[in-house]
């Protein structure tokens, strides 16, 4: 079975500050990995997504993410940050050839001014 | 505007009312789906669909009961719900089942169980 660890569920970072959003997973079988975004009162919006090669990822709005099989990890990251920014993210796994997604719980990520 | 739209956006209903939440893709998705958001819990996959046909029924109480009548559209009917119910439910589409490309989501529906 697979899973998906969002270590911090808030992120607190001021304005133009580089931020680092955690996400760790576990599974026996090779995975595609996502990463969503969640402004207020939508549903969420794919970010960026690893599914084989290159293993740094870039996505909209200046993110990127790191697949990293050994520590399996799959951290998303941004040098800097904007106050439109603030929204939550969730980290997703699903294993690769299914449409069996297994979502994180989230990490808000709050900029401030 | 994401390719998904439900409505209503927001719903309050009683315990013994029925009410259905419909969702509505343009985007020439032949897989839809279902999730339930909870504060704090991880988006519940519910119901799954492809070519209007119904692969997975993720134990679901029978108080919901999905229907997809075309590609394009994906109804949740809802009667006797408990409060434990409410929460965002949120729909989404795919190309296809087995394609990475992620999901397209609608912007949900708050629904409230009173």
């Known amino acids: 079975a697979q899973s998906v660890t969002q270590l911090d569920s808030q992120v607190p970072v001021f304005e133009e500050a580089p931020v680092e959003l955690r996400c760790n997973y576990s599974s026996s079988v090779s995975v595609y990995l996502f990463w969503y975004v969640q402004y207020p009162n939508q549903g969420l919006q794919l970010l960026l997504k690893?599914?084989?090669?290159?293993?740094l990822v870039k996505g909209i709005n200046g993110f990127e993410a790191e697949f990293n099989k050994s520590q399996t990890s799959f951290h998303l990251r941004k040098p800097s940050v904007h106050i439109s920014d603030t929204a939550e993210y969730f980290c997703a796994v699903t294993p690769s050839g299914t449409y069996k997604y297994i979502f994180g719980t989230g990490t808000r990520l709050k900029v401030l001014a | 505007e994401t390719g998904v739209t439900q409505t209503p956006r927001h719903l309050v209903m009683g315990m013994t009312n029925k009410k259905s939440l419909k969702c509505e893709q343009h985007l020439g998705h032949n897989a839809m789906y279902w999730y339930k958001q909870s504060a704090k819990k991880p988006l519940e996959l519910m119901f799954v669909?492809?070519?209007?046909?119904?692969?997975e029924n993720n134990s679901v109480p029978s108080r919901f009961s999905p229907e997809c009548p075309n590609s394009s559209h994906l109804f949740l009917h809802l009667h006797t719900l408990q409060p434990e119910d409410s929460a965002l439910y949120l729909c989404?589409?795919?190309?296809?089942?087995?394609?990475?490309?992620?999901?397209?989501f609608g912007s949900g529906t708050r629904l409230t169980v009173v």
């Open positions: 690893y599914l084989s090669g290159s293993t």
């Open positions: 989404a589409s795919s190309q296809d089942l087995l394609t990475g490309v992620g999901y397209t």
């Open positions: 669909y492809s070519l209007e046909e119904r692969v």
